[in-house]
């Protein structure tokens, strides 16, 4: 398993910025880089190669980039425009509890983390 930073991640994987029609990004925003885990986001999710998406999930309050697709303690999905190869496993420290220059600039995903009720139960 590689472990990396957010910033080395970003740089390596390039993520792409959420333009799904209908989706969680109406105003399209060019920092939105979230895909829901259900309604038009999800159906885009499902069209990208599998080697494309990331899941962010929720371990014990941190919150960990995983590649590929995870339902288990996922907060939503990443799309990155550089496949990840085959065969490789990454762990991303998106956000870790007391490390205050990792935290999420999106302040609605630091509250989720800290208070533990984001995690999305949505069954596929």
């Known amino acids: 398993m590689k472990v990396l930073g957010i910033e080395e991640w970003e740089e390596l994987f390039q993520p792409i910025?959420?333009?799904v029609e209908g989706g969680t990004n109406p105003n399209k925003d060019p920092s939105y880089q979230?895909?829901?885990?259900?309604?038009?986001?999800?159906?885009?999710?499902y069209t990208v190669p599998p080697n494309l998406v990331w899941t962010?999930?929720?371990?014990?309050?941190d919150l960990i980039i995983a590649n590929g697709f995870h339902?288990?303690?996922r907060f939503?999905?990443?799309?990155?425009?550089?496949?990840?190869?085959?065969?490789?496993?990454?762990?991303v420290e998106y956000y870790i509890q007391g490390e205050e220059d990792d935290e999420p600039e999106d302040?609605?995903?630091r509250s989720e983390a800290a208070h533990g009720d984001g995690v999305s139960d949505n069954r596929v």
Not at 34 to 45: A, I, M, Q, S
Request: net charge negative; aromatic share 14%.
């Open 107 to 109: 302040d609605h995903i």
């Open 17 to 19: 910025v959420n333009t």
């Open 56 to 61: 962010v999930l929720d371990c014990d309050g």
């Open 71 to 73: 339902h288990v303690n």
């Open 34 to 45: 979230r895909f829901e885990t259900y309604g038009p986001d999800l159906e885009f999710v």
């Open 76 to 91: 939503f999905y990443m799309v990155s425009s550089v496949p990840c190869a085959e065969g490789d496993e990454y762990h």
